[in-house]
């Protein structure tokens, strides 16, 4: 199983950029998709997830009200939508896919998501 992040980009302060992860390869139990980012000098931190049952999201809270996750369960595909870009959110921004039914206590875990992708660089210029 592949994990193909894509979208990223240079943009301004305030602006908006889609990213999009699609899950191909072969089949895998697939209860949940997230990004994660990770900025120059910085450790991978957690963004957000879409959780399929239910369709639940989380997001960390620096991003709560600008970034928006949606996706497809049926196409292995998740989407973060960010709006109202700023300098900080400047990182390489990695999906995930995850077997668990993540709650609150464990959807920041990076061991609980078994597939990855390459990442895709966001750049946020002021």
């Known amino acids: 199983v592949q994990l193909q992040a894509s979208g990223g980009g240079l943009v301004q302060a305030g602006g908006s950029l889609r990213l999009s992860c699609v899950a191909s390869g072969g089949t895998f139990i697939n209860q949940g998709m997230g990004w994660f980012r990770q900025a120059p000098g910085k450790e991978r931190e957690f963004v957000g997830l879409i959780r399929w049952s239910g369709g639940t999201t989380y997001y960390r809270d620096s991003v709560k009200g600008r970034f928006i996750i949606s996706g497809e369960k049926a196409n292995n595909t998740v989407y973060l939508q960010l709006n109202s870009l700023k300098p900080e959110d400047t990182a390489v921004y990695y999906c995930?896919?995850?077997?668990?039914?993540?709650?609150?206590?464990?959807?920041?875990?990076?061991?609980?998501?078994?597939?990855w992708g390459q990442g895709t660089l966001v750049t946020v210029s002021s």
């Open positions: 995930a896919a995850t077997r668990y039914t993540l709650t609150r206590g464990s959807f920041a875990r990076q061991d609980m998501y078994g597939y």
